[in-house]
């Protein structure tokens, strides 16, 4: 097949030509509807002869297609239709799902308007050519048809010229048919990505269902380093300290187990949450939140270092979200001050509740020599910068003069305001 040829009648000429006639069978309904109006205004014209009542009636149809496309369940059809017959390229996506926004939806129904207006010409240019070039082929072969009433009984039926050139009359018909309903096909297939592609409001609302899901496979990400990570650092101070002492102090040592027990125990819990949430399918809307201020005597009680706390204000006016958080950052200093502090110093942690934001302070002993910089396992201090960011607070973190490596969060009690779009 040549490719002309497979321009105009090859396969996806054909599945191009069919979508065209589905066009066409849809509007009939709004065809008839138009009809109807037009026997209204004009009670002598008969829509089926008369061609300004075809116009007319055609011309009232199509707002009514329009009109029902701007339903949002069209879109889908519409797409499904497209990516079946238009032979559309694959660079070229099409919208999923429902039209949401009124732009996808005024988008949608121009797409079934196109659709359906090309779709009903091609159909009836298909339905009245096809036997008529046929039957203009046929004139030389078959006698009755010179005389049919159809073709009007002409005497210049009867010359020789005129029937020689009838069957490449027909046969030229058929091609011009052939190469309107391409050319149509060619333009829905070129429209289609215009008009059913993800509109801006799609891509927005995709980009921000996107942006959701990392801001809380990230938040997952920092439950898991602060709770996993502590509750590591804690188990490796308590099993050196026990493997030290087994001998002259059976029962650190057995206090020391019990503390492992515990503190993996509770770790093991926590991980299992975690990972169910990243087994759902949701949004992460339902993040697992964890333990909060209230808790914290537990965990001072088990993180492996001796802690001096202090507590200014009610914890209790601490909204859930953010006392989960705060108990995080406080597990990342404790975890920091094991992983990097000196051993056996105390860690000072100051909790302060004022009328609109929550301090916490810890302070923990450098090492002797010249301060530096804490890495905290690549996402540590890291991930207690970006709780408090996402919380509209602050944080500190660094050495002081004094000789202590302090941490400090400011996080506001009520969440800051989004700005409207």
């Avoid at 009648?9 to 109006?37: D, E, K, N, Q, S």
């Avoid at 061609?51 to 009514?64: I, R, T, V, W």
């Amino acid at each position: 097949m040549t490719p002309l040829m497979a321009r105009l009648v090859g396969r996806r000429a054909r599945l191009r030509w069919l979508h065209l006639i589905i066009g066409g069978a849809l509007l009939m309904p709004y065809f008839l509807v138009g009809t109807v109006i037009v026997g209204l205004y004009a009670p002598g014209a008969n829509a089926f002869t008369s061609q300004s009542a075809q116009f007319s009636a055609f011309g009232y149809a199509l707002p009514m297609a329009a009109v029902t496309a701007l339903l949002p369940t069209a879109r889908p059809l519409s797409v499904a239709a497209a990516r079946a017959l238009c032979g559309l390229a694959p660079d070229r996506p099409l919208a999923d799902g429902p039209a949401a926004s009124r732009q996808a939806r005024v988008r949608s129904a121009a797409w079934f308007t196109l659709h359906v207006g090309i779709g009903g010409i091609v159909s009836g240019m298909t339905l009245a050519l096809v036997p008529f070039a046929v039957c203009v082929m046929a004139l030389p072969f078959v006698p009755a048809l010179r005389e049919s009433a159809a073709l009007g009984a002409r005497p210049a039926l009867d010359h020789t010229w005129v029937l020689a050139v009838a069957p490449p009359a027909g046969a030229a018909m058929l091609v011009a048919l052939a190469g309107c309903a391409a050319a149509a096909g060619a333009l829905l297939a070129h429209g289609a990505p215009v008009l059913l592609g993800p509109a801006p409001d799609d891509r927005l609302a995709a980009a921000e269902r996107r942006a959701a899901e990392l801001a809380a496979r990230n938040r997952l990400a920092r439950e898991l380093h602060d709770s996993v990570g502590h509750a590591l650092s804690a188990v490796t101070l308590q099993a050196g300290a026990a493997r030290r002492v087994l001998d002259s102090d059976p029962e650190f040592a057995r206090q020391a187990l019990t503390a492992i027990e515990e503190t993996t125990r509770r770790t093991v819990g926590e991980l299992d949450a975690v990972l169910g949430l990243l087994r759902q399918d949701g949004d992460g809307s339902d993040a697992f939140a964890g333990p909060g201020l209230d808790a914290l005597g537990g965990l001072l009680a088990r993180c492996g270092v001796p802690v001096r706390h202090e507590t200014d204000g009610d914890p209790g006016r601490v909204p859930g979200p953010l006392s989960a958080e705060a108990y995080r950052i406080v597990q990342e200093g404790l975890s920091n001050a094991l992983r990097h502090g000196v051993p056996g110093s105390p860690v000072r942690l100051r909790v302060g509740v004022g009328p609109r934001e929550l301090t916490l302070v810890l302070d923990s002993a450098l090492p002797p020599g010249p301060p530096v910089a804490r890495p905290g396992g690549g996402r540590g201090l890291t991930g207690v910068a970006e709780r408090a960011l996402l919380l509209g607070g602050a944080t500190e973190a660094g050495p002081r003069d004094d000789g202590v490596w302090r941490l400090a969060a400011r996080l506001p009690l009520q969440a800051p305001a989004k700005e409207s779009r």
